[in-house]
């Protein structure tokens, strides 16, 4: 194992929204705000763009006439034995009568280059 292996999945906190991104993010996925390197300027040019892995879309609607219903968005990330690695109530809220939600989850993967 090299070390460029050993630095994949390295984090670090956004300072914009706090969420935990990747290191090598030059872009922050939570919040869109452009990244600037305070001690890595080359990682920028050893890491390719992310490609989108997956993506998912549903939606869900309180039936008419009904009274406010309440929702939880979770997610859970497992690995290839099935046990959960990560878990995280993405976030809550009321539907009203007719409201709905549209939940997105989207996945992007990054290969650095030079492997
Ligand atoms: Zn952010």
Redesign the pocket.
Known sequence: MNARVGAAGKTRV?P??K?T?LESASV?P??N?HLRFDRSANLDSRVQPAVSALRVEGAFKNPEGAEAWEYSVVVTIRNDRGEEVARKVVGVGALEAHESRTVTLSVDVVKPRGR
């Open positions: 956004c914009h929204c969420s991104i922050c939570g919040c705000h």
